[in-house]
């Protein structure tokens, strides 16, 4: 028998369920109606408006737009004015139209010319209005490619272009002109996969994808959405058939509500918004400008006709509305109504409002009433988003902007029922005790209603950028970091933001920066402006937009998937006092010399901060057993500072005693033993003072080496910098008579500031001594590649040991093997960490030599070792493709400011649906493909193996641009993916068929997508026809197989001996042929063998 205290304990256990559950309940309750952001906006409208901010400043002038009919549409416009004493087709002369409707950035959005030229003007608008929201959010739309953001778009059916029966063979006919590829372009082109949904109920169209996309966050079937829509009257159908409707205004004006409304005044726009739910919002810490409180959409079902509005309907969508926003209706201040200025719609309109939100209000506290329509028309599918864009401006200015045409209310509606009043004149919006709230409808002529309700947003949470202790920022010049696709793109985009900085004297340049690097997306053409006040980076601004050089900019392009390889180099950089700045400012720098002193004290009897600061009694860097630990110290800690910026190492090198430095920042090796091998070695290093010398000599390893032969051990090859760098090391005589013998051929040599002959022979007797005392080191396994210049290869774990450090020492630095392994795998960003560059020449001439795209940034520089010429050089990083943390670079404080965006650099595609009158518009810009197949084409003979590949890279650009639809092959860029630039499967089959007929050769079907740029395309073109006509020459099959036989460890004996069978060879190779018996048939070379031995030349 169950006991009162068991009944009590199934009794809580009961109700904590129950209460659970309600919990389950409300908390889905809440989240179904939870208000729903908006963070950013982007629209276009007619009379050059751009920018929520050109809009406002429409509004706030009281302005309307208007214009006559495009001329560049191929309209029969005499036909629609009705000219010649025929009746007019349009009852409208005038309207608002779109300025450059036809103007568009295809390659921008990946897209080639002739798939632009197919695509209706709304798909191109949306790209464009979509990018310009997001950049208005903060986001950078790349960071949203693979998330669930979803597209709602609204848009309405247009005639563009002849239908797909009489289009253009391209393929492009059909996702060019059907609107449901309207939201799914969109998408594809920013890489969303979350729901993208077009929608058509005619004039609400954007504002039932704006609830369908609110819904929709609330589900949680999306976290993020772009909603809105567009309109281009690509012909002027709709003006006729609304003609015999009799819905046109005459004069193109809406007069909303207004006793002299007589019809429409059709127009275009294109608006979108970015949406997402508060919560997610303000976690995000982005900018709220304000939220949806609630929305709703119905249907006028079987009413008093197809096409007429329903009064009732509308008023039972502002309540469905109303109380998903939990609100009543006197807790709505004003509404953005549909209003089109028609005798019918305005009347049945306003009684609906009247009923739903006039009725029983206080008179004090009145519903106002407007319409944008009445500034810029009828914008149709776009209209509904281009009134909520209008009503968030007005929230967040606490302003109700003024309706034009409406000082005469009609005369139509009984304006008594209800408390409603017209907005004759913009008005001040308090807050009074809540937030603003104000509601836009929308109606379709099928008779789709839809009603938002929208609220100013909460006020801003402070939401720092972090890095640095509150307002802060961190020492060192600011950086504004610009970018664009091209360089044309690029200027303009340093014009529209030195004209948004001078016009607002109160930006703060550090918000400007950091707006710049976090709210921008980085393009490949790059610019980085240093400067501390407003006026250095408008000079700056300045320069750049109108091309000329400035001291403060940097600019690079950007290599895609381009490598970050980290070089150390040896000693040659080093100054007096070098980083001492550095140290000073840069707490990581100082942290990590900090540990650097704390490994390198046990082995030293000197202070590595007194040696960087100078300090009286220090030791001077002239002493290889002080500079060695000194550099090494110095560059460990460079390396941290890069890390700490967000540069990391895909690789790293180091060149002789730089790799101490370099095996420390890959891990390696452990900060303790690189102390003790630098320590050690240098000091075992300094017992070799006087032993020797070097020289640096500026020819090539193979002639050096044939220079060197027959000359004993006196001279050695010590290193190979690249391919006309080489260093010569051994006994200081024969050092010196080397120099003079090359200066006396006019070749560049120098001796090199050391006395003793490292990575030769020479430092052997220090062998014993050094695997004696680095016995103690532990390699670890790398955390990233380690390079060795020993063998141009990646060391393997436990590789490290004191035998290698002495090999370091003793043996060659293949320097330029190393550079070229690296080059192999694609192109490299070479960060020469250091306190001054001394390998940067050497470097892209290896690249240059390989053919390998490269950039090579230093770190610090002589005399400037601080945080200054470090933000030069990560300045210079990152205009070369290195990714940067910006919080490190302006701290916490920084905030986003609204700037101007993307400088879309368009140009004009348009196709008419007939054939245009004479005076037509320009031609597009997309030129016909030849349809008779490619014209033809030789290679010439005698080409070297460059020559050919540069010749089948023009070919390739000329095709590409053939099927692409380019005026020609200077708008390919060699190293342009075929699929970036707006290829397709079936256009990568057309080129490579046009390819096969051209040069005669047969790559796969595939070989477009397998070498995608026509640099990979070309060079594969060139093994094909290398392999066709390659000789069968068994000498260089036999050199194959000894370049495999041939490994990096041999013996010295054996090397030599190879090396001189090789020179040998070379001999009887580089002799001239025998002079011939027929002249007639000799080249120019036999012919000069000739005259050296009939006149005894020698």
Known sequence: MATDSDQTAKLVAALRTALKKNERMREELDRTAEPIAVVGLGCRLPGGIDTPEALWGLLEEGGEVRGPLPADRGWDLAALRGEGGREPRSAMSRGAFLEDAAGFDPEFFGISPREA?????????????????????????????GSDTGVYVGAIAQEYGPDVAGAPGDGFAVSGTTTSVASGRLSYTLGLTGPAVTVDTACSSSLVAVHLAVQALRAGECSLALAGGATVMAGPGILTEFTHLRGLAPDGRCKAFG??????????????????????????GHRVLAVVRGSAVNQDGASNGLTAPNGPSQERVIRKALADARLAPDDVDAVEAHGTGTALGDPIEAQALLHAYGRGRDPERPLWLGSLKSNVGHAQAAAGISGLIKLVLALRAGVLPRTLHADEPTPHVDWSEGTVRLLTEARPWPQAGRPRRAAVSSFGMSGTNAHVVLEQAPEEASAPAGGAPAGEAPAGPLMWPLSARTPKALAAQAARLRDRVAADPGLDPRDVGWTLATAREAFEHRAVLLGGDRDTFLASLGSLAEGRPDARTVTGRAETERRTVFVFPGQGGQWPEMARELLERSPVFAERIGECGRALAPFTDWSLEAVLRCEPGAPPLERVDVVQPVLWAVMVALAEVWRSHGVHPDAVVGHSQGEVAAACAAGALSLEDGARVVALRSRAVAGLSGSG??????????????????????????????????????????????????????????????????????VARLREELLSSLAEVAPRRPEVPFHSCLTGAPVAEGELDAGYWYRNL???????????????????????????????????ETADSARVPAAVVGTLRRDHGGTEGFRASLAEAFAAGAPVDWTTVFGDGARRVDLPAYAFQ???????????PAAAAPDTAAPAEDTEGPASWTLPEGLSSAEREAALLALVRTETAAVL???????????????????TSLG?????NRLSELTGLEPAVTAVLDHPTPEALARHLRELLDERTAPALPALDELDRLEAAVAPGLD???????????????????????????????????????????????
């Open 117 to 145: 030229e197919a695509m209706e003007p709304q798909q191109r608008l949306l790209l464009e209005v979509a990018w310009e929201s997001l950049e208005h959010a903060g986001l950078v739309p790349s960071s949203l490619a």
């Open 259 to 284: 006793a002299g409304a007589d019809g429409a005044g059709f127009s275009e726009a294109a608006g979108m918004v970015v949406l997402e739910r508060l919560s997610e919002a303000r976690r995000r």
């Open 693 to 762: 010398a070097m020289a640096s000599v500026a020819l090539p390893e193979a002639r050096v080496r044939a220079d060197l032969a027959g000359r004993g051990e006196d001279l050695h090859v010590a290193v190979v910098n690249s391919p006309s760098s080489t260093v010569v090391a051994g006994e200081s005589e024969a050092v010196s008579a080397l120099v003079k013998e090359y200066e006396e051929q006019g070749v560049r040599a120098r001796r090199i500031a050391v006395d003793y002959a490292s990575h030769t022979p020479h």
């Open 810 to 844: 003793a043996e060659p630095v293949l320097f330029e093997r190393t550079a070229r392994a690296l080059l192999a795998d694609g192109p490299v960003l070479f960060v020469e960490v250091g306190p001054h560059p001394v390998l940067g020449s050497a470097l892209l």
């Open 906 to 916: 368009r140009r004009r595609f348009w196709r008419d649906r007939i054939a245009a």
């Open 965 to 983: 639809g380019h005026g020609g092959p200077e708008d390919v860029g060699p190293r342009t993916g075929f699929l970036d630039a707006g290829g």
């Open 988 to 992: 990568a089959v057309r080129l490579r």
């Open 1052 to 1098: 010295d004996a054996t090397r030599e001996e190879l090396a001189e069978r090789l020179r040998g060879l070379l001999r009887r190779v580089d002799t001239p042929a025998a002079p011939p018996t027929d002249l007639d048939d000799a080249d120019d070379d036999q012919l000069l063998a000739l005259i050296d031995q009939e006149f005894g030349i020698s």
